[in-house]
């Protein structure tokens, strides 16, 4: 405060008439004392209320807000000899909680024995807080960190390259490398679900509509979400890979979990029960994280926006729009979801939980605007990189020993998109095949990334809003025009007019140049259909047609091109009741491993087709191998096994079937009306933000 004193012109600490330095610096501790008093009393209160705002808004207000209790703190010293005009107030609130963020910080970290001494007693009056010891002789527990978006080969690129030096001193040490490929639809609603409750049958992409429902399903929308969840846990009958002592961080659904932050599959619920928001209260209840992330978050949509602005004066190609609103969600994935998310984990660790689950997004989003492969992504992962870092210094301080399992839901694969490659949306495509008019100007496909609706869903969860009430919900499709919906380069294409699914034999009818039209499209690799005479079939360019019964993997036919297991894919979603009328998968060039994205995305993932099905598993050497050797691991719900039989090795088995017939569907009790969640997620200051890494 002194030293801002004597550079601001507009913040003062003496009478107009001068004070002698001992009666300054007493007046500097006046306000000081003043300012940390109220934001450990006053801005926990202000946090309560900031959730009621948009996340997005977030970052603006924690400054001015901060600047108030600055004025607050120089109105109560005596005499009134602090002043400051509100400008010159927010700045020096910035300053002083970023100077005391990092000058605590360093005293900790730099000295390992005193941020030993530290995390063990938080650790030690958690443990007591929840009646538990705290040595480290319990069992040890588990956590698993998703890395959205990121393939096996990307992975390992980062590794070698020094981009993830954490993740490489792993390979080279503790733990093994396992790839796992993923399912048809290659995305974080379908593998995340069969990862956290053992089942995504009948999620045949990111959306899909349903006959029978007059909807369209939207995997990462509140209520979708949630009806996804109630479907799993129906069909395999227990909570999840989380019902016993679990943390759910970040992810679109529980896991069965009873500690939730960020959780969409609970979004939509009302009331203070609503964990969701927790992780936003207990990270932000500390107004030193709400300044630091706050700064990382100006700071990375400036970065944004000056990438995207080189990008264009370089003529990268291919490129898609990364304007309006893009760069703020670009920085909510990046910097606040991933702050939080980090240190919701964290502190799980030093309560003791047993298995933790979260998911960081931020390179999946950003992979999808910049490409895979770009040095945009890849600056991603570094900082990612030390998040990881973070977590395994705090695992040595906990108070019981941790085994921290790095996995991906899916990767992605490059490539322009499908209007950029042939100047027309696949609507346009389908509905010239059908002889509808055809918009003069194709309309861009809206983007599927998971963390664009992130912030939109927070905002909504912010407001205690149900979805229905905000008219978000996925609204059912009229008429009998086809519903043509994207995910990544796979799309479903079906008659909403007709209640079942429609054969090769009626569409041919009804439309006959359509599916023409579409297979012998350059951009198309292949469709699927059902036949009244041959079953399901395949067809593809030049009048290919084929059985998908006669399919197999040593004779995959026109799916041959998309590699191993893709006939048993195929064939799997083929099963599902929700199956679209027709199945469209881009084009693939396995030697360039390119696809044609039906959305805007120039880094994509959804269907079949190069880097975005083969997905990364990275677990301790301690744990057993996750399939025997000469074996591969296939699909989300086998992921799901591996990880419930890591947990049984470290605790014992953990979700008996029937254990939770009191909570239907495995859904967590939210009526406990003396829970409060957010004493339940301690944070570790100054310890997650880029400035602090």
């Not at 227990?238 to 069965?256: C, H, P």
């Not at 079937?657 to 939210?670: E, S």
Request: charged share 25%; hydrophobic share 40%.
């Amino acid at each position: 405060m002194l030293v801002l004193a004597g550079l601001l012109p507009d913040f003062r600490l003496q009478s107009p008439d001068g004070d002698s330095i001992t009666r300054t610096a007493i007046t500097a501790g006046w306000g000081a004392g003043a300012f940390g008093l109220l934001g450990a009393l006053v801005w926990p209160v202000i946090v309560r209320a900031l959730l009621l705002v948009p996340a997005l808004v977030l970052g603006l207000l924690v400054f001015f807000l901060n600047g108030s209790l600055l004025l607050i703190a120089l109105w109560l010293i005596p005499d009134g000899r602090g002043t400051a005009n509100p400008e010159t107030a927010v700045v020096v609130a910035a300053v002083m909680s970023a100077v005391a963020s990092t000058t605590s910080t360093a005293l900790a970290v730099r000295d390992d024995n005193a941020y030993r001494r530290r995390l063990s007693r938080l650790a030690h009056r958690r443990s007591r807080r929840r009646g538990e010891g705290s040595g480290r002789s319990r069992p040890p527990g588990t956590v698993f960190v998703q890395l959205d978006g990121v393939g096996h080969d990307v992975l390992l690129r980062a590794a070698r390259s020094g981009v993830m030096p954490t993740v490489a001193s792993w390979l080279s040490d503790t733990h093994r490398l396992t790839p796992w490929r993923t399912d048809w639809s290659s995305q974080t609603g379908a593998s995340q679900l069969g990862i956290l409750h053992g089942s995504n049958h009948d999620v045949p992409a990111f959306r899909w509509y349903e006959k029978d429902r007059r909807r369209i399903v939207v995997s990462n929308r509140p209520a979708s979400a949630a009806e996804l969840q109630r479907r799993a846990v129906e069909r395999t009958a227990d909570g999840g890979l989380l019902t016993v002592d679990g943390a759910s961080r970040g992810n679109l659904f529980s896991g069965g979990a009873d500690q939730l932050a960020l959780v969409l599959s609970v979004a939509a619920r009302r009331g203070r029960a609503n964990r969701s928001r927790a992780g936003y209260f207990a990270y932000f209840s500390d107004p030193a994280n709400a300044v630091r992330t706050a700064v990382s978050f100006v700071a990375e949509v400036a970065r944004e926006i000056g990438e995207s602005t080189r990008a264009r004066l370089r003529g990268d190609e291919p490129r898609v729009g990364r304007g309006g609103l893009y760069p703020f969600i670009r920085a909510f994935a990046t910097v606040v979801e991933r702050d939080v998310v980090v240190a919701a984990v964290m502190g799980d660790m030093l309560v003791g939980r047993t298995a933790v689950y979260a998911d960081l997004v931020g390179y999946d989003e950003v992979a999808h605007h910049s490409g895979p492969h770009s040095r945009d992504a890849y600056a991603v992962l570094e900082r990612l990189d030390r998040s990881l870092a973070l977590i395994a210094k705090v695992a040595e301080h906990a108070p019981r020993s941790y085994r921290v399992v790095l996995l991906s839901d899916h990767g992605q694969s490059p490539g322009s998109t499908f209007e950029d490659a042939y100047g027309l949306t696949l609507r346009d495509l389908v509905r010239a095949g059908c002889g509808l008019p055809v918009r003069r100007r194709a309309e861009r496909s809206k983007s599927g990334a998971e963390a664009r609706d992130a912030a939109r869903n927070a905002l909504r969860t912010a407001l205690h809003r149900d979805v229905d009430e905000e008219g978000e919900l996925e609204q059912a499709a009229t008429g009998s025009d086809p519903v043509v919906l994207a995910s990544g380069n796979l799309a479903l294409i079906s008659f909403p007019d007709v209640p079942h699914r429609v054969s090769r034999e009626e569409i041919q009818r009804r439309h006959p140049a359509l599916l023409p039209t579409l297979a012998d499209h350059p951009g198309i690799g292949f469709l699927l259909v059902r036949s009244e005479r041959h079953g399901s079939v395949v067809l593809a360019a030049g009048g290919v047609a084929v059985p998908l019964a006669d399919l197999t993997e040593g004779d995959a036919g026109p799916l041959a091109a998309f590699g191993p297991g893709a006939v048993d894919a195929v064939r799997r979603t083929d099963g599902f009741p929700h199956v679209a009328d027709i199945m469209v998968n881009s084009m693939f060039d396995p030697g360039t491993g390119v696809v044609h994205a039906f959305e805007e995305q120039i880094g994509s993932h959804g269907g079949l087709g190069g880097e975005q099905s083969k997905a990364f598993l990275l677990s301790p050497l301690e744990l057993s191998p996750p399939v025997p050797p000469g074996r591969e691991l296939v699909g989300a719900e086998q992921v799901h096994r591996v990880l419930r039989r890591w947990l049984r090795e470290c605790e014992g088995p953990q979700v008996p079937i029937g254990t939770r017939a009191a909570r239907p569907q495995g859904v967590p009790d939210f009526s406990r009306r003396d829970h409060h969640p957010e004493e339940e997620i301690p944070v570790v200051e100054g310890s997650v933000s880029d400035e602090k890494m």
